[in-house]
């Protein structure tokens, strides 16, 4: 399979994020390379996990 990409420029006019999840990510371009870690050093039982947060009220 032949496959090319012709990269062209990017505007971007505004993003509004309301709220983010437990693991999120947000990409605006290219990117080579993306790493992620997690380590937690607390039971799982003391891990709360409930609805997101928003950034800022809306109104």
Do not use: H, Q, W
């Not at 605006?28 to 790493?35: L, Y």
Request: net charge negative; hydrophobic share 40%.
């Amino acid at each position: 399979m032949n496959y090319t990409v012709i990269n062209r420029e990017v505007c971007v006019g505004d993003i509004k994020i309301i709220g983010v999840s437990t693991s999120s990510v947000f990409l605006v371009g290219d990117t080579n390379t993306i790493s992620m870690v997690s380590a937690f050093d607390t039971p799982p039982e003391s891990l709360i996990i409930g609805p997101f947060v928003p950034l800022n009220p809306l109104g």
